[in-house]
C-alpha cells in the first residue's frame, strides 16, 4: 500500500505550480526516509509539517526533513525538541531552503535542487543488463558497490527488511560478480522518486538507466523526481528533468 501525501486530493493530471512539485519531492522523499528507518526497526513519526525520528540515524540520513515551506514555527519547535532528546543538534533537510540555522548551532552541508520531469516526457525501455535486488546476498554486494562509489561507512545503511516494503525498489548493473552501478526507486500516490544513483565506470550511463528503470517500475502515469546538485543535476536535466524548488542539508555545527 502506498503511503499517504499532503496533495493527495489533487486530480491525476492537474497543472502544478513549482511550489507543489517541491512539495510532492519533499514528501516522497520523506517516504524514502520512512522505509529506511522503519527498514532498521526505528521509530519515526510524521506530520503534515516535518517528518522525524528521535532514533539514531543511518549514516548519510537525517533525523528530520520538512514537509511544508510555511510550517517554519513548527518545524523549529520540533528541532528543539529532537536536540533535547538526542542530547545534540539533530542533521535536518530544510526541503524548501526558510530555515535560518546559521546562528542556531548549525552548518550548512549542502544545497542541492528538486528536480521533476512530468509523467511520459522520457521514454526509454528497461536496460537488459540491470535487475532488481532481491536477496540478502545480492543486497550486500550492492551496498558494497554504493559505499566504494562515494558512501563510505562502515554501517549496513540498507537491510533486507526493504524487501517487503511493495514501494521501494532497488536495481544494480551486474559485473563480475557484483554490481558496478546501481539506484533505488520508491513510490508515493503522486510521484516515483530516483536516488542513490551510484556507477564504478565512470560513465554517466548510470543515470540514463536509472531514469528508464524508473519510468517502467510502478506507474508511466506518475512524475519522476529526486534531488540533486552539481554534476548529476546537469545529467539529469540533459535527461529532461527541471529544478522546482531549492533544499538545504544542515549539521550540527560540532561535527556531530
Known amino acids: 500500500m502506498m503511503r499517504g501525501s499532503s496533495q493527495g486530493d489533487m486530480p491525476k493530471y492537474a497543472v502544478r505550480s513549482d511550489s507543489d512539485k517541491a512539495r510532492i519531492c519533499a514528501a516522497n522523499n520523506a517516504d524514502l526516509y520512512q522505509a529506511v528507518f522503519r527498514a532498521h526497526g526505528l521509530p519515526d513519526q510524521r506530520t ?4 522525524s525520528s528521535d532514533a539514531t540515524a ?13 510550517a517554519t514555527e513548527e518545524q523549529l519547535v520540533e528541532i528543539g525538541r529532537l536536540t533535547d532528546r538526542l542530547g545534540r ?26 528536480i521533476w520531469a512530468e509523467p511520459h516526457r ?13 536477496d540478502a546476498a ?5 551496498e558494497n558497490s554504493w559505499k566504494e562509489s ?13 524487501f517487503s516494503d511493495p514501494d521501494i525498489h532497488i536495481y544494480g548493473r551486474s559485473a563480475s560478480g557484483g554490481f558496478d552501478a546501481g539506484c533505488i526507486v520508491n513510490r508515493s500516490p503522486e510521484a516515483v522518486g530516483i536516488s542513490n544513483i551510484f ?11 536509472a531514469v528508464s ?44
Not at 543511518?58 to 510555511?70: A, F, I, K, V
Not at 543538534?89 to 550548512?108: A, E, I, M, T, Y
Not at 545480492?138 to 550492492?142: E, I, K, N, P, V
Not at 556507477?199 to 538507466?209: E, N, V
Open 48 to 51: 503534515s509539517a516535518f517528518w
Open 58 to 70: 543511518p549514516p548519510y540520513y537525517s533525523n528530520m526533513t520538512t514537509l511544508d515551506p510555511d
Open 89 to 114: 543538534r539533530p542533521g535536518l533537510k530544510d526541503g524548501f531552503s526558510r530555515l535560518d540555522l546559521g546562528n542556531k548551532g548549525f552548518q550548512l552541508l549542502f544545497s542541492a535542487s528538486w
Open 122 to 134: 522520457i521514454s526509454a525501455p528497461a536496460p537488459q543488463d540491470w535487475a532488481r535486488i532481491r
Open 138 to 142: 545480492a543486497l550486500d554486494r550492492w
Open 150 to 162: 562515494g558512501s563510505p561507512t562502515d554501517a549496513n545503511v540498507f537491510t533486507p527488511a526493504l
Open 199 to 209: 556507477s564504478l565506470t565512470g560513465t554517466t550511463q548510470a543515470f540514463r538507466d
Open 213 to 256: 528503470l524508473a519510468g517502467v517500475a510502478f506507474s508511466p502515469d506518475l512524475p519522476l523526481v529526486g534531488y540533486d546538485s552539481g554534476a548529476a543535476l546537469d545529467e539529469m536535466t540533459k535527461l529532461g528533468f527541471k529544478s522546482v524548488g531549492q533544499l538545504r542539508i544542515w549539521l550540527s555545527d560540532n561535527g556531530s
